[in-house]
């Protein structure tokens, strides 16, 4: 496993405490954070792909096309 050293300010600190109460070692905080991080990136960008999906017609027909042959819709 590799290391990773991170400078830190007051507000840094605050939260490492915080977390740390919960996740029992600064290290488990700092997983736990960068991981809740990414997956909310992952969300975030899921969510904007489909808004933009959504409102082009023609990935829209595709997605009918798709549902109607799996027998979703009618």
Do not use: C, W
């Amino acid at each position: 496993m590799a290391t990773l050293n991170v400078r830190t300010d007051e507000a840094m600190e605050a939260a490492l405490r915080a977390l740390s109460g919960r996740h029992r070692t600064r290290s488990e905080a700092v997983r736990y954070a960068l991981l809740r991080t990414y997956r909310e990136t992952l969300v975030e960008q899921a969510q904007q792909d489909a808004e933009r999906l959504a409102d082009d017609p023609d990935d829209k027909a595709e997605m009918l096309a798709i549902q109607r042959f799996m027998g979703v819709i009618e």
